[in-house]
């Protein structure tokens, strides 16, 4: 074994960018600030490094539901359908999923080819019942390429569009998939157990950010290994690696109460104190890949 395996996990340390926020999902770093959903508000926001916040699109008024974009810069937005932000300003459908699934969309991610992947879970009057993958080709055609995800959340695709990586929140995992040539999905694996990750980035060492259970947000290689943590005083929602250099580590943190279900936590948060921040700390490497 070598000493790497073994040696201790480096704390780093964060400050808050932005606060006062309801729940803040799927940061994105583009044209030069984070770009977020601001669930709770239906705002789609982007906060410079100076932490100056303007409200630049509107979102679904629900919540569970993201952001990125296409390959020519138009903005794509999950929700009850999968939208697209138009340069007039108007939302109109991007791709029909209705024959894919019948439930609302959360997660999304566009990777080098314009291929879009996004997933959800169908929360019915039986409960929660697993999720899947979706694909949208750039020709705008729809179909499943996984299913049986855990309670699906954040997912990144690799610089060289070969595997993509997805949360597994439920079941406490990475789940990696390799990608086809025409986006298929196919090898299931894990990629990292023991976690419960949320919304994830990639850096350029192949190394993961997600947020774990004990309120940290932590960077883990395949395994499973935690290189570095980022302790916080609230729970770790997503995280983003941007900055001009793509060195500087984003994450989305609130106050959530592990007693409190989703509804009333989200009650709380909404007329209540807004207890959600978005943090920032320097991280040892760039980012890499989508998004």
């Excluded at 630049?56 to 020519?72: E, N």
């Excluded at 060195?247 to 959600?276: C, K, Y």
Aim: net charge negative; proline share 6%.
């Amino acid at each position: 074994m070598t000493n790497e395996t073994h040696r201790p996990v480096q704390e780093i340390p964060a400050r808050v960018l932005s606060s006062g926020l309801v729940i803040g999902e799927s940061p994105r770093w583009h044209a030069g600030r984070l770009w977020f959903a601001h669930w709770g508000t239906g705002e789609i926001v982007a906060v410079d490094p100076e932490g100056q916040r303007e409200v630049v699109a509107r979102g679904p008024a629900g919540l569970g539901w993201s952001i990125d974009w296409l390959p020519d810069g138009r903005l794509l937005v999950t929700g009850p359908e999968l939208m697209r932000h138009e340069p007039d300003g108007s939302m109109v459908r991007h791709a029909d999923l209705s024959r894919v699934a019948g439930h609302g969309w959360n997660e999304i991610v566009v990777d080098g080819r314009g291929n879009i992947y996004l997933n959800g879970a169908d929360f019915g009057e039986a409960g929660f019942r697993p999720g899947i993958i979706a694909l949208v080709t750039p020709d705008g055609s729809a179909r499943q390429v996984a299913d049986s995800i855990a309670f699906p959340n954040g997912m990144v695709v690799t610089p060289d569009n070969s595997t993509l990586i997805i949360s597994e929140s439920m079941a406490g995992r990475l789940t990696a998939f390799d990608i086809a040539a025409d986006g298929s999905l196919s090898n299931r694996r894990v990629w990292a157990d023991g976690i419960w990750p949320d919304g994830i980035c990639l850096d350029a060492e192949g190394a993961i950010w997600t947020g774990a259970w004990d309120n940290t947000c932590v960077r883990i290689r395949a395994g499973g290994s935690v290189l570095e943590r980022v302790k916080l005083d609230r729970s770790s929602f997503a995280s983003m690696l941007g900055g001009p250099d793509r060195r500087t580590l984003f994450i989305m943190a609130q106050d959530w109460h592990t007693q409190e279900s989703f509804t009333d936590n989200v009650a709380r948060l909404t007329t209540g104190p807004r207890t959600g921040q978005v943090l920032m700390a320097e991280a040892p490497a760039p980012g890499a890949g989508w998004p």
